[in-house]
């Protein structure tokens, strides 16, 4: 057991997500953009205009007489930033909640009382910690689609009554999560599957609907890909390899041009628990992978959690799951050829070429840049065959050169030190200790990649890195001059000729997060940006179809930055290059996810996750907030009702298009 027990469950992902566990000697994404900017190469002139209207803003620019927008600017008046237990959008706009943790999803569900929770109804709501949103129109209508919704993780001492708030000490903590407790929250993880439809305006899940389906940690689901059936996916449950149950910490994600759903296990490290000490047959790549995280009591129930008793089976976690929510039947399927990390998200494109190129970070202080490019080519005609794109292709982990070009190294059994001899027997071991073969191969260490957002129009492709509060001192200089990147940033990388399966970009910095006003911050805006208008902790993003970037942050808390969670619409081209604008705010404690547009952009949706957590870091409540005690009772506000993650679509009042 580690000490990482005695936590709460937001301190648990701000130690795995903050204290990176590769000591390798590559690059640090701070040594790179210092060696990049160097002042030799700003007097040589030598940095694209993008980058110089990030360092020097709109004079220079205007000099150069080369700014000019591509895409409209961002009409809505701003909101304050700020916190307290409510929801806040711009005015002249609506945020109404579509539907709540607990609230049923599949027919016959019954109605959530949280005083009578089991895992059997749960199974049936829908789950807890709301994360990637992903839409899938139904027959090209703009008022008809499927959502598909990741539930991450869960919060037991807000979800159940008596856990309290030493759930922090894990004595306590495991004393009181009783089996079905845990049941209930496998049963909250994983994945809801919804139908929808705009009635009179305003967007509803269509009750009992036959394509409703929840999928839980449980759920049976397929290995594909070249890790099907190696010795190192076989557990005593599985003899094969080619089978799993459930799926774990499911973050962001993306939607595939033929219709299904790709779900990134980010911290699946976190449910395994035991001893994975010397003599463990996988005791060098669970150390790089942080397993066991001994999070969860779940390995007190379910022996497949104890990597004691079954050391394979954490193998089997830290995929890409692609899942067709237009078939309630269909098996969910672990697409190994995209490799074994915490996976944020997984969002992709059709290169000009025809092949699918998806582009994914690996969410943990001092991790990497992934994109996979599939061999064969997208067959519009193909539907749902077109998945076997998955299966076969190439990725690579990226290296961001000081010259401003990123080279994507290939993770290929027998190229360069992917060998036999390193540790590298099969192209299998090398999907599943990615991190190693990254590792090996020289990719750049950046500071915890969460979204990576490929803009469809432009080709260029939205890097978002959350923080990384402990870079230390030596490794940035007077051109990224944070001794700590408590903030984040975004990068902003373009392909050569919009070819994403290029295996050289070019790359430059679209922000540098945090409060402009403070010097030592060091952030970098564009003109314009206000008080309310600066974010810290830049995570989900979406592209609408105007082309403009909005932003969701998580992190942000008085402590932080005097400001919570929420969307902000920040430009990307232009004389504004790099403006931001605060339009939606969270309630006290929640992080906002997986925002995404309607093809008419008319509405947006967003996933507002885990309200009151982490409520010992706001001034207004300053301590752990319990199912008793919670910092807000969002949305319900109701006696007894504890908070609850929920799903919020935003429209404008009088029906238009947002943000105009
Ligand atoms: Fe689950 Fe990287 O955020
Ligand atoms: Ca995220
Ligand atoms: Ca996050």
Redesign the pocket.
């Known amino acids: 057991m580690t000490g990482s027990l005695a936590m709460t469950r937001a301190q648990q992902f701000e130690e795995s997500?903050n204290i990176g566990r590769n000591d390798t000697p590559n690059p640090t994404m701070g040594e790179v953009i210092a060696a990049r900017y160097s002042r030799r190469d700003l007097m040589r002139g030598a940095l694209a205009v993008t980058a110089i209207s990030a360092t020097f803003g709109p004079a220079l620019l205007a000099a150069s007489g080369v700014a000019k927008a591509a895409t409209p600017s961002f009409g809505f008046d701003e909101i304050p930033a700020g916190v307290d237990e409510n929801h806040h959008v711009a005015p002249g706009y609506r945020a109404d909640v579509l539907i709540r943790w607990g609230d049923p999803v599949v027919a016959g569900a019954p109605e959530f009382d949280p005083m009578a929770q089991t895992a059997e109804k749960q199974r049936l709501q829908f789950g807890y910690n709301n994360d990637y949103l992903g839409l899938v129109p139904i027959d090209g209508a703009d008022d008809h689609a499927l959502l598909v919704v990741n539930h991450e993780y869960t919060n037991e001492e807000l979800m159940f009554p008596g856990i309290g708030a030493e759930q922090s000490a894990k004595e306590v903590m495991f004393k009181n999560m009783t089996k079905e407790l845990v049941d209930i929250e496998m049963a909250a993880h994983g994945g809801t599957v919804l139908e929808i439809r705009k009635v009179d305006g305003r967007w509803q899940v269509v009750k009992d609907s036959p394509l409703n389906r929840r999928i839980t940690a449980d759920t049976p689901m397929a290995i594909g890909g070249p890790a099907t059936g190696h010795d190192l996916m076989k557990t005593s449950a599985d003899p094969t390899g080619t089978q799993v149950l459930g799926m774990l910490n499911n973050?962001a994600g993306g939607i595939t041009p033929w219709g299904t759903w790709l779900s990134g296990e980010e911290n699946f490290h976190g449910y395994f628990w035991g001893e994975a000490g010397e003599g463990h047959p996988n005791a060098a790549a669970f150390k790089r992978y942080g397993i066991p995280g001994n999070w969860y009591s779940w390995g007190a129930h379910h022996d497949r959690f104890d990597v004691t008793k079954e050391p394979n089976e954490a193998n089997r976690h830290g995929w890409i799951v692609e899942i067709d929510p237009s078939d309630p039947n269909s098996v969910p399927v672990k697409r190994t050829a995209l490799g074994r990390f915490k996976h944020e998200g997984a969002e992709n494109i059709v290169n000009k070429d025809g092949r699918l190129v998806i582009y994914m970070g690996d969410?943990e202080r001092f991790d990497y840049v992934y994109k996979y490019v599939s061999n064969g080519t997208f067959d519009p005609a193909a539907g749902k065959a077109n998945s076997a794109l998955l299966d076969d292709g190439v990725l690579y982990a990226a290296r961001y050169d000081a010259d401003g070009t990123v080279e994507w190294l290939p993770l290929v059994h027998g190229h360069g030190p992917l060998t036999a001899e390193n540790g590298f027997p099969d192209q299998a071991t090398v999907l599943i200790n990615a991190r190693l073969a990254a590792d090996a191969l020289g990719a750049t260490k950046m500071d915890r990649p969460?979204d990576v957002e490929p803009h469809p129009k432009t080709n260029k492709v939205f890097v978002l890195l959350?923080n990384n509060s402990r870079r230390k001192a030596e490794q940035i200089d007077a051109a990224n001059p944070r001794a700590e990147n408590r903030f984040g940033h975004i990068v902003e990388m373009t392909p050569p000729d919009g070819d994403h399966a290029a295996t050289k970009f070019t790359w430059d910095i679209l922000v540098k997060c945090g409060d402009p006003s403070i010097a030592e911050v060091g952030a970098v805006w564009g003109p314009g940006t206000s008080k309310d208008g600066w974010f810290g902790m830049p995570?989900n993003c979406a592209v609408d179809h105007q082309g403009r970037l909005w932003i969701a942050t998580?992190g942000n808390s008085d402590k932080a930055t005097g400001r919570s969670d929420g969307v902000w619409a920040l430009e990307t081209d232009g004389e504004s290059r790099g403006s931001s604008k605060h339009f939606f705010r969270c309630p006290v404690g929640a992080?906002l996810c997986g925002p995404i547009f309607t093809a008419d952009d008319r509405a947006l949706f967003v996933a507002v996750q885990h309200p009151s957590d982490d409520s010992d870091q706001w001034a207004g409540f300053g301590r752990v907030s319990t199912f008793e005690d919670p910092a807000t009772r969002w949305p319900d506000f109701k006696d007894g009702m504890p908070p609850r993650p929920s799903v919020v679509v935003i429209t404008k009042e009088d029906g238009g298009i947002i943000g105009s």
């Open positions: 997500e973050c969410d969460e959350t995570d998580d992080e």
